[in-house]
């Protein structure tokens, strides 16, 4: 029997394969929504156990990426929609290449606010577009939505983020 | 400046402030998590909703203060 027809009758030596085969590429795809290793770590077991628990419900002849990488964005869609102000970005980050490192932190510090105040859907297609650069096909496969909806919400997420930025802008065009 | 222009501009903001994690890997191996997680599997009496053990203590309670009742509980079953 195949590995995928052993995972979804429940074979648990089957899903530790597929645990061992997919984990790194769920973690490192929901690292880069969530940007906490820590979260990201826990974010890969949740995932796994709600392909887990809906193993009955795969189809063996079915894409199990795919459907793992869907699994995974909606876990860390839950988390950030969850604990949107909690979050901290982590620290090293490239910073606006203003002259003044007083005006580069400020900027920093006002994107990421506004950045952190995004509706998580929004948030979600941003990070994975623009700061990620991913393909949009990948990321309308991912979260389960047409091309032509993640391109109206990262739309609308940059329209949220100018509205809140729109100072910034000015300042840091008039440096 | 055009909205698209502005666009633009914070999107090249964005990039700038929060760099990718395309390189982050995964450092260890998360199966000893995934067996604690599936050793927590709660049992199959803990899955019952609440709203079904709150059914039979009500239908218990009846019983119990009606015994009358059973009769026709027993016809209607």
Redesign the interface.
């Known amino acids: 029997m195949e590995l995928l027809e052993r995972f979804a009758s429940g074979d648990l030596e089957a899903f530790e394969a597929l645990f061992r085969q997919h984990q790194k590429e769920v973690y490192a795809w929901t690292v880069r929504i969530v940007r906490d290793s820590g979260i990201a770590e826990d974010l890969t077991v949740e995932t796994f156990w709600r392909i887990y628990k809906s193993r009955a419900r795969f189809d063996p002849a079915g894409n199990f990426r795919a459907w793992a990488r869907r699994i995974a964005t909606n876990a860390a869609l839950d988390h950030l929609r969850h604990s949107r102000r909690e979050t901290e970005l982590p620290e090293d980050l490239a910073g606006p290449q203003t002259a003044d490192p007083a005006v580069r932190r400020e900027t920093c510090e006002r994107i990421k606010q506004a950045f952190f105040q995004l509706p998580a859907k929004y948030r979600l297609v941003a990070t994975l577009a623009l700061i990620e650069e991913e393909p949009y096909n990948d990321i309308a496969e991912a979260v389960g939505i047409s091309v032509a909806l993640v391109k109206v919400r990262v739309f609308r997420a940059v329209r949220i983020l100018r509205k809140k930025l729109y100072s910034l802008v000015a300042g840091v065009g008039a440096i | 400046?055009t909205?698209k222009e502005?666009?633009k501009?914070?999107?090249?903001?964005?990039?700038?402030?929060?760099?990718?994690?395309?390189d982050?890997?995964?450092?260890?191996?998360?199966?000893p998590?995934?067996l604690c997680?599936?050793d927590e599997q709660p049992s199959a009496v803990n899955n019952i909703p609440w709203f079904d053990w709150a059914l039979a203590g009500i239908l218990g309670a009846a019983l119990l203060f009606f015994p009358g009742a059973i009769p026709a509980l027993l016809y209607h079953l």
């Not at chain 2, 982050?24 to 199966?31: A, Y």
């Open positions: 400046m909205n502005s666009n501009e914070i999107e090249a903001l964005l990039k700038g402030a929060i760099a990718p994690m395309k982050s890997e995964l450092r260890r191996d998360l199966w998590q995934m997680k599936l």
